[in-house]
T-cell receptor, first 113, second 113 residues
């Protein structure tokens, strides 16, 4: 399984755009990139998933460069409620790897007024 | 749909006791997993299942047993509880091959004295 590296923590203010970058240098051809969000005392929640280029949903955008060795989760105009831990995961969903992923320690995002 | 449910929410055990953490999902998901999360850490995979009757070990399986007799249920058994097993336990389900979106339960907070 590809190992990921992301910053331990980030601070931001309400209304700002936040970009969290994840490094996955040994990503395999069939690996997808998935991001989860976790609030205290809750299980993680799926945010977004992508394979290459850009993916956008109602919550976030995911930017993946052509070499796929990194990815950036972009949260537009964050609010206090976006304070959480964000996990970047890499795995091969096509062969059933979707439930064997390694979460790592994630990035603690703190949003202030 | 109730999603993924876990019982109990809290449990205190004495060293050497055994118990079963219950997990059930009503989404007809093929895959299910158990994770543990220690304070300030990411999630670590204990055991997972890709279908009824099929289970496999994750990253930290020692001291735990699982079985998957039905699609809906995936109980986790602690054979002889140890203080090192004090943690928050999360159960998750996943639709199966081709999906990386895991749905997590609310967690069980276990303390072993």
């Amino acid at each position: 399984l590809a190992k990921t590296t992301q910053p331990i923590s980030m601070d931001s203010y309400e209304g700002q755009e936040v970009n969290i970058t994840c490094s996955h240098n040994n990503i395999a051809t069939n690996d997808y990139i998935t991001w989860y969000q976790q609030f205290p005392s809750q299980g993680p929640r799926f945010i977004i998933q992508g394979y290459k280029t850009k993916v956008t949903n109602e919550v976030a955008s995911l930017f993946i460069p052509a070499d796929r060795k990194s990815s950036t989760l972009s949260l537009p105009r964050v609010s206090l409620s976006d304070t959480a831990v964000y996990y970047c995961l890499v795995g091969n969903i096509l062969t059933g790897g979707g439930n064997k992923l390694t979460f790592g320690t994630g990035t603690q995002l703190k949003v202030e007024l | 749909n109730a999603g993924v449910t876990q019982t109990p929410k809290f449990q205190v055990l004495k060293t050497g006791q055994s118990m079963t953490l219950q997990c059930a999902q009503d989404m007809n998901h093929e895959y299910m997993s158990w994770y543990r999360q220690d304070p300030g850490m990411g999630l670590r995979l204990i055991h997972y299942s890709v279908g009824a009757g099929i289970t496999d070990q994750g990253e930290v399986p020692n001291g735990y047993n699982v079985s998957r007799s039905t699609t809906e249920d995936f109980p986790l058994r602690l054979l002889s509880a140890a203080p090192s097993q004090t943690s928050v336990y999360f159960c998750a389900s996943n639709p199966g091959r081709g999906s990386d979106e895991q749905f997590f339960g609310p967690g069980t907070r276990l303390t072993v004295l």
